[in-house]
């Protein structure tokens, strides 16, 4: 059974709210928070690329492999 979470509702509220004051056109959507930003005088939206962070080994994989340990 899936655990109801009040946020995650909110959320969904929201953007049902949103998608029907445009008519769920995506275009219109982005033209409203262009419009937006240029009133504030500031970005709303920042989408500045990410590089993935490389997750270190275990402590244990790499003791294996630095001494040679067969299936490491």
Do not use: N, W, Y
Not at 7 to 36: M, N, P, S, W, Y
């Amino acid at each position: 059974m899936k655990r109801q979470d009040s946020i995650i509702e909110d959320l969904h509220k929201l953007r049902e709210r949103i998608g029907r004051a445009h008519g769920f056109d995506v275009d219109r959507i982005a033209a409203t928070i262009r419009q937006h930003e240029r009133e504030a005088g500031r970005a709303l939206v920042e989408a500045r690329p990410t590089r993935a962070k490389r997750r270190a080994q275990p402590r244990r994989r790499r003791a294996a492999q630095r001494d040679g340990a067969v299936g490491a």
